[in-house]
């Protein structure tokens, strides 16, 4: 298991100086940088995988779709000289349903972008992992298992967020103290190609006896992921680098 964190780029100095072994970046603004110094920094930002892919002003189908190809391979490319190989494809503002549809076409829509975007992606060794997210931000794909299980059928991995994830935990079983193992069988069927890592509800680090990130982190053991997994959560900085880190070292050693 490796550790790192989601920051801007110019503070990735700061996240390997406590000890994170990568930090995670926006990718979007990858896109209007230049190449060389991107390349220049390569080995010091230690930049091994990118979030944010595109700004909430895209949108990626329906009515008013608008042209996300050209900076999306732009991106990718950018990402790959950063040293990135994993990009998550979360982008709540730019999968919402459009007007007009349903939840369900805008869901297998988003995956055929997801395929779409591994395609550009594979010539540069970089994979598109898509993340659920929850629905208090975006309408689509917010059931982890669900999505993971479309993706699978396009040969495409998915990014596990225990926030995300517990957030449809605490809406689906409220009077639970931690995820029932039919919720996290269900949710996670099998083991994701990357995570991002908060607490519920507040998006913290992970607290000692936190019954239900120590249910997480059990059934991940379980289907035998041994990834990356990127802290994103609230953070003061970078005062809170350093116990944010054992925090979360601590939670998978438990």
């Known amino acids: 298991m490796r550790f790192g964190v989601c920051c801007p780029l110019e503070r990735s100095a700061d996240a390997i100086g406590a000890g994170f072994e990568y930090v995670e970046v926006a990718a979007a603004p990858l896109a209007d940088l230049d190449p060389e110094s991107l390349e220049s920094c390569r080995a010091s930002a230690r930049a091994e995988a990118t979030n944010l892919f595109f700004g909430g002003g895209v949108r990626l189908y329906g009515p008013e779709e608008t042209d996300w190809r050209s900076a999306a391979r732009r991106t990718i490319a950018r990402a790959a000289l950063l040293g990135a190989d994993t990009m998550v494809l979360g982008s709540g503002g730019a999968r919402r349903a459009p007007a007009g549809w349903?939840?369900?076409?805008?869901?297998?829509?988003?995956?055929?972008?997801?395929?779409?975007?591994q395609a550009m992606a594979e010539p540069h060794g970089v994979r598109i992992?898509?993340?659920?997210?929850?629905?208090?931000?975006?309408?689509?794909?917010?059931?982890?298992?669900?999505?993971?299980?479309?993706?699978?059928?396009?040969?495409?991995?998915?990014?596990?967020?225990?926030?995300?994830?517990?957030?449809?935990?605490?809406?689906?079983?409220?009077?639970?103290?931690?995820?029932s193992r039919r919720f996290l069988e269900d949710q996670i069927p099998w083991a994701p190609i990357h995570a991002h890592w908060a607490n519920f509800p507040c998006r913290s680090w992970p607290k000692r006896g936190d019954a239900a990130i120590a249910a997480v982190v059990r059934r991940l053991r379980e289907v035998g992921y041994d990834g990356r997994v990127s802290l994103e959560c609230r953070l003061e900085w970078p005062e809170d680098l350093a116990p944010a880190l054992e925090a979360l070292r601590e939670a998978f050693r438990g």
């Open 102 to 117: 349903s939840v369900e076409d805008a869901e297998r829509a988003f995956v055929e972008v997801a395929a779409e975007l």
């Open 129 to 179: 992992a898509p993340e659920p997210l929850n629905a208090d931000e975006c309408d689509v794909g917010n059931d982890q298992g669900r999505l993971a299980r479309a993706l699978r059928e396009r040969g495409l991995g998915y990014c596990l967020d225990s926030y995300h994830l517990l957030h449809l935990w605490r809406r689906m079983e409220p009077d639970a103290e931690r995820p």
